[in-house]
């Protein structure tokens, strides 16, 4: 992804919660922001700029593409422009007094005192909270335990090097460290994808098949239970995320520039997580009634070590030619929902996608997208693992892979990584187009699979 300088500007007023709304009329606020696409720039500033109590008019000037040559001659705008390139953005306010005989600028600060420790500690609480998902879960689910979403006795124990693996950090402290782009750290595989989200009992026996098993192609109930799990860990994760949305929303009821956003973002939030708990519901059916053979599946499998392990699920927007293939924003029915996972087999790994048979209508046409791709010229190899890296958060790297990795490599992986959790950054539909190619080494003898 091609990082930009855009540069733009919107005429603002003061809302009343602004500490300078007795002595400012209006202002125009010039913004630069560095980004991968316009709509995400634009979508940065905004929030940036309402969140520091101002209401936004109009726009002035569209966002647009500059460089440092287009401020030569101009000390604030070159000295903006820098800024933006190393810190991420800048804005300069330039206010017209109510007498409207003045103009200053003025330095922002937010009326909303974000209070990081009392966040973190309520973040904490919730996690903690476990509670047993599994469909006969009753008051005898009293040992809820730290559920692995990715086998620890598995795939994490074949990728890592001295019980541990390469990781996201979700240290405040190393995000300011990168200039707000994300960090990887060893973490030991004992607490690395962990989810209080079943108890010991149902974990246990629900999971041996693929815990204390190679994966096997074309066991359908092996397929099921890796789709189920990572449907569990997301559903789990959702509903937490969903509560510290509505926490945080109450916290702004007073801040109207927050409170939109984070209104919006309750609103997405709990689209998803309604979606997620109707497939809960029928995966759950599915599990009463030991019916397996309704999932689909596609395995693409390698007899190489494997050196990245993951497990997620996604509502599949956009397949891998950038063609729309479901509306996230119509609510009239559930949205269709895949998983995808690293499996190990007797011969090496398979890289799998599945799903049930009621998600066919989206999932179909987005697997068969890869052959598309392929027919023009793309490496499956390159296609998979660019996917994974543009979805979820939930993957570790094998040390020994990342560390032989160049730093330009692994500086592209971590850009790219930072883009997809930014949530001022917009889903284009070439969210999938290959920015990683000749990275992952990976490579796949044969395909399976049951369409």
């Given at each position: 992804?091609?990082?930009?300088?855009?540069?733009m500007?919107?005429s603002?007023?003061?809302?009343?919660?602004?500490?300078?709304?007795?002595n400012i009329?209006?202002?125009?606020?010039?913004?630069?922001?560095?980004?991968?696409?316009s709509?995400s720039a634009?979508?940065?500033?905004t929030?940036?700029?309402?969140?520091f109590?101002?209401?936004?008019?109009?726009?002035?000037?569209?966002?647009?593409?500059?460089?440092?040559?287009?401020?030569?001659?101009?000390?604030?705008?070159?000295?903006?422009?820098?800024k933006?390139?190393?810190?991420?953005?800048?804005?300069?306010?330039?206010?017209?007094?109510?007498?409207?005989?003045?103009?200053?600028?003025?330095?922002?600060?937010?009326s909303?005192?974000?209070?990081?420790?009392?966040?973190?500690l309520?973040k904490?609480e919730?996690v903690?909270?476990?509670?047993?998902?599994?469909?006969?879960?009753?008051?005898r689910?009293?040992e809820?335990?730290?559920?692995?979403s990715?086998?620890?006795?598995?795939v994490?124990?074949?990728?890592?090097?001295?019980?541990?693996?390469?990781?996201?950090?979700?240290?405040?402290?190393?995000?300011?460290?990168?200039?707000?782009?994300?960090?990887?750290?060893?973490?030991?595989?004992?607490?690395?994808?962990i989810?209080?989200?079943?108890?010991?009992?149902?974990d246990?026996?629900?999971f041996?098949?693929?815990?204390?098993?190679f994966?096997?192609?074309?066991?359908?109930?092996?397929?099921?239970?890796?789709?189920?799990r990572?449907?569990?860990?997301?559903?789990?994760?959702?509903?937490?995320?969903?509560?510290?949305?509505?926490?945080?929303?109450?916290?702004?009821?007073?801040?109207?520039?927050l409170?939109?956003?984070?209104?919006?973002?309750?609103?997405?939030?709990?689209?998803?997580y309604?979606?997620?708990?109707?497939?809960?519901?029928?995966?759950?059916?599915?599990?009463?009634?030991?019916i397996?053979?309704?999932?689909?599946?596609?395995?693409?499998?390698?007899?190489?070590?494997?050196?990245?392990?993951f497990s997620?699920?996604?509502y599949?927007?956009?397949d891998?030619?950038?063609?729309?293939?479901?509306d996230l924003?119509?609510?009239l029915?559930?949205?269709?929902?895949?998983?995808?996972y690293?499996?190990?087999?007797?011969?090496?790994?398979?890289?799998?996608f599945s799903?049930?048979?009621?998600?066919?209508?989206?999932?179909?046409?987005?697997?068969?997208?890869?052959k598309?791709?392929?027919?023009?010229?793309e490496?499956?190899?390159d296609?998979?693992?660019?996917?994974?890296?543009?979805?979820?958060?939930?993957?570790?790297?094998?040390?020994?892979?990342?560390?032989?990795?160049?730093?330009?490599?692994?500086?592209?992986i971590?850009?790219?990584?930072?883009?997809?959790?930014?949530?001022?950054d917009?889903?284009r539909?070439?969210?999938?187009?290959?920015?990683?190619?000749?990275?992952?080494s990976?490579?796949?003898?044969?395909?399976?699979?049951?369409?």
């Open positions: 992804m091609i990082e930009n300088i855009y540069y500007s919107f603002v007023k003061p809302t009343k919660k602004n500490k300078e709304y007795k009329k209006n202002s125009t606020v010039y913004c630069w922001i560095k980004g991968v696409d709509d634009n979508l940065k500033s929030f940036q700029i309402e969140k109590d101002w209401i936004i008019e109009e726009s002035i000037q569209k966002p647009t593409i500059v460089n440092e040559e287009n401020f030569y001659g101009r000390d604030v705008g070159l000295e903006n422009f820098k933006a390139e190393k810190e991420g953005m800048s804005f300069y306010y330039l206010a017209v007094s109510k007498d409207g005989k003045t103009k200053s600028t003025k330095e922002l600060k937010s909303y005192d974000f209070d990081l420790s009392k966040y973190l309520k904490k919730i903690n909270q476990g509670r047993c998902l599994h469909y006969q879960a009753d008051n689910c009293n809820i335990i730290k559920a692995h990715i086998q620890n006795n598995g994490l124990s074949e990728i890592a090097k001295e019980h541990k693996i390469y990781c996201l950090s979700y240290n405040v402290g190393d995000l300011k460290k990168n200039n707000g782009d994300v960090t990887l750290k060893k973490e030991y595989i004992k607490n690395f994808s989810f209080r989200g079943f108890c010991k009992k149902h246990n026996k629900l041996e098949l693929i815990d204390n098993s994966f096997s192609v074309g066991n359908y109930e092996q397929i099921f239970l890796y789709s189920y990572s449907l569990s860990k997301e559903l789990f994760d959702k509903e937490n995320s969903l509560i510290m949305y509505k926490n945080a929303l109450e916290d702004v009821t007073n801040h109207d520039g409170y939109k956003h984070f209104t919006y973002l309750v609103m997405g939030t709990e689209n998803g309604i979606s997620l708990k109707w497939h809960k519901d029928l995966y759950d059916d599915l599990l009463k009634k030991d397996y053979s309704e999932m689909r599946y596609v395995s693409f499998n390698s007899h190489e070590k494997l050196n990245i392990a997620n699920v996604l599949p927007e956009y891998f030619t950038g063609e729309l293939i479901q924003t119509d609510m029915k559930p949205f269709g929902l895949i998983s995808y690293s499996a190990p087999t007797k011969e090496g790994w398979s890289f799998v799903w049930h048979k009621s998600s066919n209508y989206c999932c179909y046409p987005f697997i068969q997208s890869i598309t791709k392929m027919k023009k010229g490496l499956l190899s296609l998979l693992f660019q996917f994974v890296i543009t979805h979820g958060e939930n993957f570790a790297f094998s040390p020994d892979w990342w560390e032989s990795l160049s730093e330009e490599n692994q500086k592209r971590t850009k790219t990584i930072t883009h997809m959790m930014n949530p001022t917009t889903i539909e070439n969210y999938i187009e290959n920015g990683l190619k000749g990275i992952s990976w490579s796949f003898e044969t395909i399976c699979d049951n369409l």
